[in-house]
């Protein structure tokens, strides 16, 4: 169910020319302005910066990408990748469990689902950078981060 467009009307406060369509949210049936032009999508220096704001996160490549790794104590530094960035194709790959996959893929799944084959059943999981909105990708970012430090040592 989607929301349901209603007419133009004049928003308060701004010209008297301009117009903004109105929404209405059939669950909450509130009159909304939707401004697309507004949302926050991620380039990838955007995706680098959010990913290196992490604690004890570092760089490295990994073969024709980039990959973002976490350095544990007493283990080999930079060991435990939890992100990699294909900066030609805009698409960054987070390593989730597979239960946390299902959740963020059932988001949409043209702009976020899981890598084909093998790995993608183990919880990689692709990001389009271009077009998924940057408070997705923090708390997406935050989830794989968590999920590295507590993972166990084997």
Not at 96 to 104: A, K, N, T, W, Y
Not at 128 to 140: F, I, Q
Request: aromatic letters at 10%; charged letters at 25%.
């Amino acid at each position: 169910m989607g929301l349901k467009r209603l007419k133009y009307f004049y928003t308060p406060g701004s010209h008297a020319n301009t117009q903004k369509p109105c929404y209405e949210d059939p669950v909450e049936t509130k009159k909304r302005i939707i401004q697309p032009y507004k949302l926050k999508m991620v380039t990838t220096e955007t995706f680098r910066q959010m990913a290196l704001s992490l604690p004890e996160v570092v760089e490295l490549p990994h073969f024709e990408k980039t990959s973002f790794r976490v350095n544990l104590p007493g283990r080999q530094a930079g060991k435990r990748i939890f992100a990699t960035m294909d900066e030609k194709k805009k698409i960054a790959v987070l390593m989730f469990s597979p239960l946390e996959q299902s959740v963020f893929c059932a988001f949409d799944k043209t702009i976020i689902y899981p890598v084909p084959g093998g790995w993608g059943r183990q919880g990689c999981t692709i990001f389009e950078l271009s077009r998924v909105k940057r408070s997705m990708l923090k708390d997406a970012l935050h989830v794989v981060y968590t999920e590295v430090l507590n993972k166990k040592k084997k």
